[in-house]
């Protein structure tokens, strides 16, 4: 279903599952990642954020139910007086230890200094319930939220908005009454990688590999072609780092422009053991570098939701993404000379790749120190 709503002051136009939460909606959708998840219960208070000004736990309020209305997570607090007095007073009152509920807490502690500017330290108490921190033992964070009640910064007292009543339906925004509206849409936005692959053989014999789905999955360790049908097939991808082990069946829909030798790929999968989904968009283009080699362009655009998302972010992800690429480009010309490659849908055991991704982010960050 579509919702259209405000999120830190950015009108969104969406489309969402019926069960999505707001919490996932902001971190997956809009990978607005200060809202942390804790318990998903609406007990612990560290995904609190503010919708119409009113702090909610968003672990438990559907994204769905939001259209019409606006959304502040931490993020958009940024250039606030009151929580940028409230950050200095967490900092000096060590009012967090590993942070993790400071994001919800934060949100809760702004909410008090507007509502009750004549709270005392029984009230504040009474106010952070629903906010729990396992770390400071919460003494920090009374003696911050004190010392901003006694220091406050010159900002008017809070007036809720009207509580707004009724249905769904009534408070959803038309896509076109909105401005800077961010389209949310079936195809992936979120991490983007680029990668080219040199291949010394003719871009003649190259295009035809490309053109062979199974021939490429069996370059890629773990990559397994299950069946195809036309320009849609079905595959599953396994890779183990450790005692984690996920393996990724979906379907896929490829496309070829034989003439200008470029591709697509688009397509989408789930691990069942933790429920993670990956989404991915790939394009592809064939370039001749001589008479006897090619380079393959790769663009890749993905997102990955669910317990496995922490690892597909981050800088260590590029280099990984290119350790693998250049693993493909190895398989594939071994293959099309004829010589050994690794057997088709071998599980990929990622281990001898992160000693090599960390040798390669070793490398290019001493290489930025080098002085010749």
């Not at 942070?99 to 029984?122: N, Q």
């Not at 979120?190 to 003719?202: A, D, V």
């Not at 849908?345 to 930025?368: E, I, N, Y």
Request: charged share 25%; glycine share 8%; proline share 5%.
């Amino acid at each position: 279903m579509t919702v259209s709503l405000k999120v830190n002051d950015i009108a969104v136009n969406a489309e969402v599952a019926p069960r999505t939460h707001l919490a996932d909606f902001l971190r997956e959708d809009l990978l607005l990642t200060g809202t942390h998840i804790g318990c998903e219960h609406g007990v612990c208070g560290a995904c609190t954020v503010l919708l119409d000004g009113e702090p909610v736990r968003s672990c438990i309020t559907f994204a769905a139910t939001c259209g019409g209305r606006e959304v502040q997570s931490i993020e958009g607090l940024e250039h606030d007086p009151i929580m940028s007095a409230l950050r200095a007073a967490f900092t000096a009152e060590h009012a967090l230890q590993c942070g993790y509920c400071t994001p919800g807490m934060l949100v809760t502690a702004r909410d008090i200094i507007l509502r009750l500017p004549d709270a005392d330290d029984d009230r504040i108490r009474l106010e952070l319930a629903g906010n729990l921190c396992r770390c400071t033992g919460y003494n920090g964070i009374v003696r911050a939220i004190r010392h901003v009640l006694t220091h406050r910064p010159d900002v008017a007292p809070l007036e809720r908005p009207a509580v707004k009543t009724g249905t769904f339906e009534q408070f959803s925004l038309e896509p076109t009454a909105l401005a800077e509206v961010i389209p949310i849409t079936a195809k992936p936005t979120g991490e983007g990688l680029h990668e080219e692959l040199n291949i010394g053989l003719p871009s003649i014999e190259v295009w035809k590999a490309l053109r062979d789905p199974a021939l490429i999955a069996s370059c890629l360790p773990g990559a397994t072609i299950l069946s195809r049908d036309g320009d849609k097939i079905r595959g599953e991808m396994v890779a183990a780092l450790g005692p984690i082990q996920a393996k990724f069946t979906g379907d896929a829909t490829l496309t070829y422009d034989d003439a200008a030798r470029t591709g697509r790929v688009a397509g989408s999968g789930r691990d069942n053991a933790s429920g993670t989904r990956l989404q991915a968009e790939a394009t592809f283009s064939l370039m001749e570098d001589g008479p006897a080699a090619s380079t393959i362009v790769i663009d890749v655009t993905y997102a990955l939701k669910g317990a496995l998302a922490q690892f597909s972010r981050g800088p260590i992800v590029r280099v990984f993404a290119a350790e693998l690429a250049a693993m493909v480009a190895r398989n594939l010309e071994a293959r099309l000379r004829g010589e050994e490659a690794p057997a088709a849908g071998a599980k990929m055991h990622a281990g001898h790749l992160v000693s090599r991704v960390a040798w390669r982010w070793l490398r290019d960050l001493l290489s930025r120190f080098h002085v010749r």
